[in-house]
């Protein structure tokens, strides 16, 4: 009980570009226009951000391409992405958190995340005999990752190289974290939001939220709304 009690609160990392318009969600485009995506990505951050807000850690990281904006709220930290591939700045974002404590890394593609999901697996108690958590994406890839003890070799061997945007990119990931001897925990199955078929889907999941109203008004305009059907 006394080691539970001691556990260090885990550091989150989102990783993420500005959402400038004609740098975001291009695959959004068509149907959607440029400022169109970026609205949507702005949403979609804005509902990561905030959904993270409510999970207890001890440090939030905004792992940020571009320039933060009003969207970034109070208790973030930003910290700039390196050059090179997604596979190179993703490993440089766990280098970025605190030794000693857990690290949870998310994408800003995923704006239904489950806050309480997540901080139900990063819990002291449930988070015992855990190395790594894994999140899949429908699209093969993953929309998160998460180390118990994270260093930044062991973050570089687990993730530079791995092939993005493809649909073995999860697959080589995992293969990976058993290669190097890890207890992988399973997240939820989420989709990423790519294409307007994504967006429809996901708003649907969180009608409540920043991207589900964003997406109503895109689609009002762009006539996307009925994408998933």
Same mark, same amino acid.
């Given at each position: 009980? *006394? ?18 318009? +004609? *740098?975001?969600?291009? %695959?959004?485009? =068509?149907?959607? !226009? ?14 990561? @951000?905030?959904?993270? +807000?409510?999970?207890?850690? $001890?440090?939030? @990281?905004?792992?940020?391409? $571009?320039? =933060? ?15 090179? $591939? ?6 440089? /974002? ?12 998310? $994408? ?16 002291? /108690? /449930? *988070?015992?005999?855990? #190395?790594?958590?894994? &999140?899949?994406?429908?699209?093969? &890839?993953?929309?998160?990752? +998460?180390?118990?003890?994270? !260093? ?32 992988? %925990? %399973?997240?939820?199955? @989420?989709?990423?939001?790519? !294409? /307007?078929? #994504? ?16 997406? %109503? ?6 006539? !996307?709304?009925?994408?998933? +059907?």
């Amino acid at each position: 009980m *006394r080691a539970v009690l001691a556990a260090p609160a885990p550091t989150l990392l989102v990783i993420a570009k500005a959402p400038v318009p +004609g *740098r975001v969600k291009t %695959r959004l485009t =068509p149907p959607c !226009t440029p400022e169109q995506a970026a609205a949507l990505a702005e949403a979609a951050l804005t509902d990561t @951000l905030r959904a993270l +807000g409510s999970v207890p850690a $001890g440090r939030r @990281l905004l792992v940020l391409d $571009g320039e =933060p904006g009003p969207w970034l709220p109070a208790g973030w930290q930003v910290v700039p992405q390196p050059a090179g $591939g997604l596979d190179v700045r993703l490993a440089a /974002a766990f280098a970025a958190a605190p030794a000693g404590a857990p690290a949870m890394l998310v $994408g800003m593609d995923t704006p239904q995340l489950s806050a309480a999901a997540l901080a139900a697996q990063l819990s002291p /108690a /449930a *988070r015992a005999g855990a #190395d790594a958590w894994f &999140g899949p994406a429908r699209d093969g &890839g993953f929309w998160a990752l +998460g180390l118990a003890r994270p !260093t930044a070799d062991l973050a570089r061997r687990l993730l530079v190289g791995v092939p993005m945007s493809s649909p073995r990119t999860g697959e080589v990931l995992l293969e990976r974290l058993a290669l190097a001897g890890l207890t992988v %925990r %399973r997240l939820p199955l @989420l989709t990423d939001v790519d !294409t /307007a078929r #994504d967006a429809a889907e996901v708003a649907a999941l969180v009608p409540g939220g920043a991207f589900a109203a964003c997406w %109503r008004s895109v689609g009002a305009v762009a006539g !996307t709304a009925g994408a998933a +059907g």
